[in-house]
């Protein structure tokens, strides 16, 4: 049977995109096998707080999101308006995570200016303006976004999955502004270490600048990918993979950089329970 150029080429892209995923979904998995120790001695040793339940949000969301992709890109969709949905699903999992993500990041940039509440305020003030932004452009381009599941290739059995395309400016103005929330905290962390790097000699500190530094190089480039993808090749079907690769890097950046500070301040804290110790035995009255 001759298949149709457009046929085939949808086909493709399906394929793709199920190869993607299954690199995404493989890729969390060792992460999470990686980190799986630290995590649990994390969450039964420390103390239960705002943050550990942000941690737990940002670091599960993702599973969601892996199971609403399996659902997209590795099981059967006939249905555009089925597509549909499971894509606006996944759009609910996905802003949850980059919230949270972004989260960590504006309270360790408040750390490192020492609590200010001024800062704090300032940060959260933009924070909420641009999360409220991103959600509403983000959710517009999802209802005006074309989708193409395996009912438009009916020539050809067996292919899984669906996908979305639009060339509107909605597809990549939330990635704009989420670049300048992290221009905007990248430019405080500078300030901040620039002031304070040769005053400062704790390990914590040092380890909470260059994590920051390290997030936002991390952020700051995927989210110029997102804008400049759909510029570039506009209706191209592998932004999507751009999309679903920043939330799964910036859920790991800023879950693991907790998981780090936590254990470096517990050393901290252990040694010097362990040097009060061994002065007390040292002590005339021991």
């Known amino acids: 049977m001759d298949y149709s150029a457009n046929d085939i080429a949808a086909a493709r892209i399906l394929q793709y995109l199920a190869y993607i995923c299954t690199a995404l979904i493989t890729f969390w998995t060792y992460d999470y096998i990686c980190s799986l120790h630290n995590e649990w001695t994390f969450l039964l040793r420390s103390r239960w707080s705002k943050v550990k339940f942000l941690y737990i949000t940002a670091r599960y969301t993702p599973f969601f999101l892996i199971a609403a992709d399996t659902c997209l890109t590795l099981t059967p969709n006939e249905d555009s308006k089925t597509c549909k949905i499971l894509i606006s699903v996944y759009s609910c999992f996905a802003v949850i995570s980059l919230a949270c993500s972004e989260c960590f990041f504006v309270l360790r940039t408040y750390a490192l200016w020492s609590n200010n509440r001024m800062v704090l305020v300032a940060m959260l003030s933009i924070f909420f303006v641009i999360i409220s932004s991103f959600i509403g452009i983000w959710f517009s381009a999802v209802a005006t976004s074309q989708y193409f599941s395996t009912s438009a290739i009916p020539g050809i059995p067996g292919i899984p999955g669906c996908y979305r395309t639009s060339s509107s400016v909605q ?110 035995n040292m002590s005339p009255g021991a």
Request: aromatic share 16%; net charge neutral; proline share 5%.
């Open 171 to 280: 597809l990549y103005l939330p990635f704009i502004l989420l670049f300048v929330l992290q221009l905007g905290l990248v430019s405080l962390t500078l300030i901040r270490a620039i002031r304070n790097w040769r005053s400062t000699r704790y390990p914590l500190y040092a380890a909470l600048v260059k994590h920051n530094i390290f997030y936002y190089a991390c952020g700051l480039l995927f989210s110029a990918l997102n804008i400049l993808v759909p510029l570039i090749f506009p209706d191209s079907p592998y932004h999507s993979f751009l999309e679903d690769f920043e939330v799964f890097i910036l859920a790991i950046l800023a879950t693991r950089m907790h998981l780090r500070l936590w254990h470096i301040d517990n050393t901290e804290h252990d040694y010097d329970a362990l040097v009060y110790i061994s002065m007390s």
